[in-house]
């Protein structure tokens, strides 16, 4: 998870760098890695090939990375990375399907209940599944607490965050969705950062309980089935202890669920 404290204090302060220099680095190292995801990968390198042209007998700052890869891209890299490196924590994008059109909302993470009004400027990338077969992959800009953008009548499925490239956990509310995704996780027509992430992003809101969505625990409880393919197909007999446990103690919604899905 990243730090606690806004990353580019961290980068300033060099006791902090060096208490948590590992920390640091790789927090930073996730945060370009979503601006690839983001751009692509000609891009980025093009970017960094302008970045590095530029300054090559002068000195540079972090906004003037920003600035060369917007100017390749055609982005706004410099808006987005302000949201992030100025600001603590990290969003989770709660997603759901209404006929063609996918509704998408930001919240900040946290595995304790919080009120926190906080936005970014979330880069998102899809990877859609049509009736026909194969895949196709979108990208959009999450620039406000919700977004709306429309879907294909023959999209079957679809991953948000495709390979996991961004900076973000995902909350899946639609239960068709999650049933198709985890035929693919079983099939393994998904890549294995995807299975892993759909996993990762699971089990980080089983200990979070989702103390603050009593309905979306139900609805979990409801899509047992859906569940199970995840769990067969990504191999999570390790951690599912682990789950018990945290549902355990976790609401009344939640302990229907374990009943359920356990």
Request: proline share 5%; net charge positive.
């Given at each position: 998870?990243?730090?606690?404290?806004?990353?580019?204090?961290?980068?300033?302060?060099?006791?902090?760098?060096?208490?948590?220099?590992?920390?640091c680095?790789?927090?930073?190292?996730?945060?370009?890695?979503?601006?690839?995801?983001?751009?692509?990968?000609?891009?980025?390198?093009?970017?960094?090939?302008?970045?590095?042209?530029?300054?090559?007998?002068?000195?540079?700052?972090?906004?003037?990375?920003?600035?060369?890869?917007?100017?390749?891209?055609?982005?706004?890299?410099?808006?987005?990375?302000?949201?992030?490196?100025?600001?603590?924590?990290?969003?989770?994008?709660?997603?759901?399907?209404?006929?063609?059109?996918?509704?998408?909302?930001?919240?900040?993470?946290?595995?304790?209940?919080?009120?926190?009004?906080?936005?970014?400027?979330?880069?998102?990338?899809?990877?859609?599944?049509?009736?026909?077969?194969?895949?196709?992959?979108?990208?959009?800009?999450?620039?406000?607490?919700?977004?709306?953008?429309?879907?294909?009548?023959?999209?079957?499925?679809?991953?948000?965050?495709?390979?996991?490239?961004?900076?973000?956990?995902?909350?899946?509310?639609?239960?068709?969705?999650?049933?198709?995704?985890?035929?693919?996780?079983?099939?393994?027509?998904?890549?294995?950062?995807?299975?892993?992430?759909?996993?990762?992003?699971?089990?980080?809101?089983?200990?979070?309980?989702?103390?603050?969505?009593?309905?979306?625990?139900?609805?979990?409880?409801?899509?047992?089935?859906?569940?199970?393919?995840?769990?067969?197909?990504?191999?999570?007999?390790g951690?599912?202890?682990?789950?018990?446990?945290?549902?355990?103690?976790?609401?009344?919604?939640?302990?229907?669920a374990?009943?359920?899905?356990?």
């Amino acid at each position: 998870p990243p730090p606690s404290f806004p990353a580019e204090d961290a980068i300033r302060d060099c006791d902090v760098c060096l208490v948590g220099s590992e920390m640091c680095i790789r927090d930073s190292g996730s945060i370009l890695r979503q601006i690839e995801g983001y751009i692509g990968k000609e891009n980025f390198q093009k970017g960094l090939q302008h970045y590095l042209k530029t300054y090559e007998y002068g000195c540079a700052a972090s906004h003037h990375l920003w600035q060369s890869l917007e100017t390749v891209a055609q982005q706004p890299i410099s808006a987005m990375m302000k949201s992030w490196i100025e600001q603590r924590g990290f969003p989770i994008i709660t997603v759901k399907r209404q006929g063609p059109r996918l509704i998408m909302t930001q919240k900040r993470f946290s595995y304790l209940p919080n009120d926190s009004d906080q936005k970014w400027q979330v880069p998102i990338t899809i990877r859609l599944f049509p009736q026909t077969g194969g895949m196709r992959r979108i990208t959009t800009l999450l620039d406000d607490i919700e977004q709306v953008i429309d879907l294909d009548e023959d999209i079957l499925a679809y991953k948000i965050n495709d390979r996991q490239t961004g900076f973000y956990r995902v909350k899946y509310s639609d239960v068709k969705n999650l049933d198709e995704l985890g035929k693919r996780v079983l099939d393994k027509l998904l890549p294995p950062e995807d299975r892993w992430g759909l996993e990762n992003d699971f089990f980080a809101r089983v200990k979070s309980a989702c103390r603050a969505d009593h309905t979306d625990d139900k609805s979990i409880g409801k899509a047992h089935g859906s569940v199970k393919h995840l769990l067969t197909g990504l191999k999570m007999f390790g951690r599912l202890p682990s789950m018990r446990i945290q549902t355990r103690a976790a609401d009344p919604a939640w302990r229907n669920a374990n009943e359920t899905l356990f």
